[in-house]
């Protein structure tokens, strides 16, 4: 994998195994960036992996902790869409005995628990194989605005505008930071605001991973799906003063060619107040101590 930044003692080290939205694709001219649904690898030494959203990077992602004999794995859900939960039946780390998979995620605006929720996912006639029959130890922990620790790792959840309860965490630990903001509802056409609870979760992060799934010209007729512009993202990234913006979760139409004209631009306009990178498949960012 590339190494964006620089290892300087123990470091934090973010991998990603999915970077797109809404739903997988593949093509000639999605090999650079890939086409796996959300699903990011965090590394702390002396700690057992993080891993961010169960999209279907995860399948790829849990083989290589599998390969890595890890027996304990904790998974922080964004929310229950389909392009952020269809990896997990093929989660390799659910897929074998004597291991646990903890999972964290939004409480359902219905009163469901997350496990009741996935329990109604993975049934006849959508999906043969049901959460039960999974072999490994899973668990469900339901969150709103909260904290809690992994370890020596501080989590903090809080609700972000979407579809549905939705959560961003940011992870602080050894003197280091990341905001996760997968899926942002943009307030409006041109309109740059933030809530309170994303504003807590990104201030001063040394990275951000964030919504970018539209261009300014494609947000109009979609203004209401739930995302957000590329130029909002990096918005959000320089009002809240982050050290690095990871534009993630790429519209499914955007090509190789397309996701590298804009960060080329994006680069050109604020380079200068943040640094910017297009998350792709296949790289991480060492977060140095």
């Known amino acids: 994998m590339h190494h964006y930044g620089v290892r300087i003692g123990e470091a934090f080290t ?14 000639r001219d999605l090999q650079r960036y890939g086409g796996n649904t959300s699903s990011v690898l965090v ?8 891993v961010l959203d169960l999209g279907t990077g995860s399948r790829r992602l849990g083989q290589r902790l599998v390969g890595e004999g890890v027996e304990r794995v ?9 392009d952020h939960v269809q990896g997990l039946p093929f989660f390799p780390m659910a897929l074998r005995p004597g291991t646990r998979v903890d999972i964290h995620g939004p409480s359902q605006d219905d009163g ?10 993975w049934k006849e006639p959508a999906f043969p194989v049901t959460i039960d029959d999974l072999p490994a130890e899973l668990t469900f922990v339901d969150h709103a605005d909260d ?12 609700t972000v505008p979407h579809i549905g309860h939705t959560l961003g965490y940011r992870l602080d630990w050894n003197g280091r930071s990341l905001a996760y903001v997968s899926d942002h509802q943009q307030p409006g056409v041109d309109v740059y605001e933030v809530s309170d609870g994303v504003r807590e979760l990104c201030t001063g992060v040394d990275l951000l991973i964030h919504d970018a799934q539209y261009t300014r010209d494609e947000f109009g007729p979609k203004a209401a799906w739930g995302h957000c512009t590329v ?5 959000v990234a320089i009002e809240c003063e982050v050290g690095t913006v990871a534009l993630y979760h790429h519209d499914p139409t955007h090509d190789d060619d397309l996701l590298d004209e804009i960060v080329t631009r994006l680069r050109a306009e604020h380079g200068d107040a943040v640094e910017i990178v297009m998350a792709a498949e296949g790289t991480s960012l060492v977060l140095g101590g």
């Open 112 to 121: 469901r628990t997350i496990g009741e929720a996935f329990r109604d996912m």
């Open 14 to 27: 973010i991998s990603f195994f999915g970077v797109r939205g809404s739903t997988p694709c593949d093509g």
């Open 74 to 82: 904790t998974c922080l859900l964004s929310h229950l869409h389909w």
């Open 147 to 158: 904290q809690f620790a992994i370890g020596d790792v501080r989590i903090t959840t809080r």
């Open 43 to 50: 590394d702390a030494p002396g700690h057992d992996p993080i």
């Open 231 to 235: 130029d909002y993202a990096v918005w």
